[in-house]
């Protein structure tokens, strides 16, 4: 059972574009949803994250907008920019005593110049 | 990556064998998780640890196993390594809260003939 649904898995914008990625959980215990931005040979590190009882998050380009309701959230990368190519993906995690972690499958970015 | 270091970064085993992965961290925290990178299926949960001796199974466990004696320290096994399991292993560590970055080391590639 995939408990977070990521799309597009790719996706081409041109430099100065705007980029938008999509995710779809399942999970009301969820209640924190970082993204994160993955480089070739790398591991993934922390991009930009949101809490449920905030509907929007803007961190220079990157804006995370976020609907409880629907149980959805997206990362928009505002001005594109070739260095942003790379691999996105969104999360979602539960803490409490155990904590988890859960990604989505990801979507490779490519801001062509 | 944040102090989380993860040996060997390369193997090469043959089907049948086991294999030990070993992930190191240096900021005492609380959760770590090993996941498994595949193109087209993102980062999968194996399994996490939320303190010592403290584990579960994520969501594709079958074939692991984990120990986690140290805080510091957190062992991903394979008990008798198959091709399938041919893969990009990450580990990651995460402070105590949900709302707390996640780490991750650089990775190790693992082939199994």
């Known amino acids: 059972q995939q408990q977070v649904k990521q799309s597009p898995q790719s996706l081409i914008v041109q430099k100065g574009g705007i980029s938008i990625i999509n995710c779809a959980y399942e999970?009301?215990?969820?209640?924190?949803f970082p993204w994160y931005q993955q480089f070739p040979g790398k591991g993934p590190a922390l991009l930009i994250a949101?809490?449920?009882?905030?509907s929007e998050k803007k961190e220079g380009r990157f804006t995370i907008s976020f609907n409880k309701s629907a149980k959805q959230f997206s990362l928009h990368i505002m001005d594109s920019q070739p260095g942003d190519s790379a691999t996105y993906f969104c999360?979602?995690?539960?803490?409490?005593?155990?904590?988890?972690?859960?990604f989505g499958k990801g979507t490779k970015l490519s801001v062509k110049p | 990556d944040a102090g989380i270091t993860q040996s060997p970064r390369h193997k090469v085993t043959e089907t049948g064998t086991p294999v030990t992965l070993r992930c190191h961290q240096t900021?005492?925290?609380?959760?770590m998780y090993w996941y498994r990178q595949d193109p087209g299926h993102g980062l999968r949960l194996i399994h996490y640890?939320?303190?010592?001796?403290?584990?579960d199974k994520g969501e594709v466990s079958d074939g692991y196993s984990v120990s986690r004696s140290k805080t510091e320290d957190f062992l991903l096994t394979l008990e008798s390594a198959t091709s399938s399991q041919t893969s990009v292993y990450f580990c990651?560590?995460?402070?105590?809260?949900?709302?707390?970055?996640?780490?991750f080391g650089q990775g190790t590639r693992l082939t199994v003939v």
């Open positions: 999360a979602a995690n539960y803490g409490g005593s155990q904590g988890n972690l859960i």
């Open positions: 999970n009301t215990a969820f209640d924190y």
């Open positions: 949101i809490r449920p009882d905030v």
């Open positions: 900021e005492n925290h609380r959760y």
């Open positions: 640890s939320y303190g010592v001796k403290d584990t």
């Open positions: 990651a560590a995460q402070g105590f809260g949900s709302d707390t970055e996640a780490f």
